[in-house]
C-alpha cells in the first residue's frame, strides 16, 4: 500500500500542537515549581515570625526558669500552634530536651535537628525531617534578661501540609493550561486550515514536483507567455516570451511593474486597457506578433490576466508574398483578356483588309508595353523589384489609374534586402493606389526609387485627395486607415521596416494636389566603400 503523505498543513498543525504542548507543559512546570518555591519561602516567613513571637513572650522565659516547663508549656504552645495552623509548636532547652510537642509523647525526649545557630543567638530557617517527617522550621533562641539564650522555640510546617495547599489551588493552574492549550489548539486548526485551502492539500514534496513541472511546461512551450497581476505587475514570463518582445534573458523582469518594462507601444496599450484580446496582431522592430489577452480569477477572484503571444512575422511574410503573386495573377488575367480582344480587333482588321490598319494597331501596343518595361528595367537593376512594378502598373492600368516610374530612378541589386524593398515600394504604390482610387480623373500614382549619399530613397507621389498633417502620425500605426471599413496594415509595415533599418519618412502634400509619400532607408557600406583591401 502506498504511504499517505501529508499535507503542508498536516504537518505544520502536527508541528505547531507538538511546539504549543511542550511550551505549555514548560510553563506548567515552571509555574508549579514557582508556586512550590513561594510556598517554601512563604513558609518560612511564616514559621520564623511565629517562633520569635513565642520566644519573645515573658510567659516562656517564665516558665523555662519554673521547675515543670512543661505544666505552663505545652498549653501555650498547642494554642499558639492551633491559632497560626502550623504544625509543630516546640519550646525546648539549650540541651535539646522537648517542653512541648504536637505529639506529647515526645515530650521530654530530643529534638531532632539542627539547632547550632540558635545556641549561638541567630534565629534561622531550615528544612529538615523530624518525627513529624520533613518540615519547613524556624528555630528562634530565648533570651534572659541578661541575654544568655535559655531555650530554644522551633516551629515548622510540614512540606506535605504545604503540597496539600499547592494541590488545592491546581485547579485553577489546570484549567489556566487547559484554556491555553485549547486557544492554541484551535489558533493552529485555524491556521493550519487555511493553509491546507491556499495549498490545496498538497504536501511538499507534490508542490516541488508541481512547481518544477510547469516551470518546466511553460518555459518550454512555443508560445510566449506573460502572466500580469491585478497591480499591473509581471507575475511570469517564460523564455519564448522574452524572445518574442527582444527582453534580456537575464534581466529581472518577475514584480516589475509594465510600465517599466520596454514593451512595444501597442502591446503596452493593449494591457493597460485590461480588455480581453483576441488575435491582435503587434508588430515590433523585427516581428509580427500575434497577442491574446484573457482576464483569470479563482474562487470569484480576480488575479490579473495572461497574456499569449504568437510569432507571425513568417507567415505575416508569406501571406504578403501570396498577395503580390494574387495582384500579379489579377493583371495578367486581366491583361490576357485586355491583348484577347485586342487581338480579335487585329485579326478583324485583316479580314476585312485592313492590313495597314491592323499592323499599326498592333504595333502601337506593342511598342507601348515594351516602352514600360524597358524603362522599368533599365532603371531598376532589383529584379523582384521591378517585377512588382510592373505588376503594379498592370493593376493601376485595370483600375483606371496611370502608375509610372520616374526615370530618374536607380538601384543596383543588393542595396537593401529584396523583401524590404517589396514591403515598402509595394505598401506605399497599394496605399497611393487606394487613395486616387475613388477620386475623379486624372488619377495618377509617379514612383521614384534611386540610391544616393549612402540611402535608398523610395518616393511614392498620387493625386488623392491628400492627407491631413494632424493624420501623419496616424498613417503608420497598424489598424488606422483612410478606407470607412477595415484596418490598415501596409503602412505600418513600413514603419517596421523603418524601425529595423533605423530610417526615416516624410509625409507632405504635393504641389499639384495628392500626397508625396518619401522614405530613406540607410544602407550598409559595401568593403570597397569601408576601405578593405582584398585579401
Request: proline share 5%.
Amino acid at each position: 500500500m502506498t504511504r499517505r503523505k501529508w499535507s503542508i498543513a498536516g504537518q505544520l498543525f502536527a508541528l505547531q500542537v507538538v511546539v504549543v504542548t511542550l511550551l505549555v507543559a514548560a510553563a506548567t512546570v515552571g509555574v508549579a515549581l514557582v508556586a512550590r518555591a513561594d510556598a517554601r519561602h512563604a513558609a518560612r516567613e511564616e514559621v520564623l515570625s511565629v517562633a520569635e513571637t513565642v520566644a519573645r513572650s515573658p510567659e516562656v522565659a517564665v516558665a523555662l526558669r519554673s521547675a515543670d516547663p512543661s505544666a505552663t508549656l505545652q498549653p501555650y504552645a498547642e494554642s499558639i500552634r492551633l491559632a497560626t495552623r502550623t504544625d509543630f509548636v516546640v519550646v525546648m532547652a539549650p540541651d535539646r530536651t522537648r517542653y512541648s510537642h504536637t505529639d506529647p509523647a515526645q515530650i521530654g525526649r530530643p529534638f531532632i535537628g539542627e539547632i547550632a545557630p540558635a545556641l549561638a543567638g541567630r534565629p534561622f530557617t531550615v528544612i529538615n525531617t523530624g518525627t513529624l517527617g520533613e518540615s519547613v522550621r524556624a528555630v528562634v533562641p530565648v533570651r534572659a534578661a541578661d541575654g544568655t539564650v535559655i531555650g530554644l522555640v522551633s516551629v515548622g510546617i510540614t512540606t506535605e501540609a504545604i503540597n496539600r495547599e499547592l494541590l488545592a489551588r491546581s485547579p485553577v493552574l489546570i484549567a489556566a493550561t487547559a484554556a491555553a492549550l485549547a486557544l492554541a489548539a484551535a489558533g493552529s486548526w485555524l491556521l493550519s486550515r487555511r493553509l491546507r485551502r491556499q495549498t490545496h492539500g498538497l504536501g511538499p514534496e507534490q508542490m516541488t514536483r508541481m512547481y518544477e513541472y510547469y516551470d518546466a511546461v511553460l518555459h518550454s512551450v512555443g508560445e510566449g507567455l506573460v502572466v500580469i497581476g491585478p497591480d499591473r505587475r509581471i507575475a511570469l514570463i517564460n523564455d519564448e516570451g522574452r524572445r518574442l518582445l527582444g527582453l534580456s534573458a537575464d534581466a529581472p523582469l518577475v514584480d516589475r511593474p509594465v510600465a517599466e518594462v520596454d514593451l512595444p507601444a501597442a502591446l503596452a496599450d493593449l494591457i493597460t486597457a485590461g480588455q480581453p484580446a483576441r488575435d491582435e496582431l503587434i508588430l515590433t522592430a523585427d516581428r509580427a506578433l500575434v497577442a491574446n489577452l484573457r482576464p483569470t480569477g479563482s474562487g470569484g477572484r480576480a488575479m490579473g490576466t495572461v497574456l499569449t503571444l504568437r510569432d507571425h512575422t513568417d507567415l505575416r511574410a508569406l501571406t504578403s508574398e501570396l498577395d503580390s503573386v494574387r495582384g500579379l495573377t489579377e493583371a495578367l488575367r486581366s491583361q490576357a483578356h485586355e491583348a484577347a480582344n485586342r487581338l480579335h480587333t487585329v485579326l478583324t482588321l485583316v479580314e476585312l483588309g485592313r492590313t495597314e490598319e491592323a499592323v499599326r494597331l498592333a504595333t502601337e501596343e506593342l511598342a507601348l508595353a515594351q516602352q514600360l518595361t524597358d524603362q522599368v528595367v533599365g532603371a531598376i537593376a532589383e529584379p523582384a523589384l521591378a517585377a512588382l512594378l510592373l505588376g503594379k502598373s498592370a493593376q493601376a492600368a485595370e483600375r483606371g489609374v496611370e502608375l509610372t516610374v520616374d526615370p530618374a530612378s536607380r538601384l543596383d541589386v543588393g542595396a537593401l534586402p529584396a523583401g524590404d524593398l517589396l514591403t515598402v515600394v509595394g505598401n506605399l504604390v497599394d496605399n497611393a493606389l487606394e487613395a486616387v482610387a475613388a477620386g475623379e480623373p486624372p488619377r495618377r500614382v509617379r514612383v521614384h526609387v534611386a540610391e544616393a549619399d549612402g540611402e535608398v530613397l523610395v518616393e511614392v507621389t498620387d493625386s488623392g485627395a491628400g492627407l491631413p498633417p494632424e493624420r501623419v502620425a496616424d498613417a503608420f500605426r497598424r489598424g488606422w486607415s483612410t478606407k470607412a471599413s477595415g484596418r490598415g496594415l501596409g503602412l505600418a509595415l513600413v514603419g517596421q521596416v523603418l524601425a529595423r533599418h533605423g530610417g526615416r519618412h516624410e509625409v507632405h502634400a504635393a504641389p499639384e494636389g495628392g500626397t508625396v509619400f518619401r522614405v530613406r532607408l540607410p544602407v550598409a557600406p559595401s568593403g570597397a566603400e569601408r576601405g578593405e583591401v582584398p585579401a
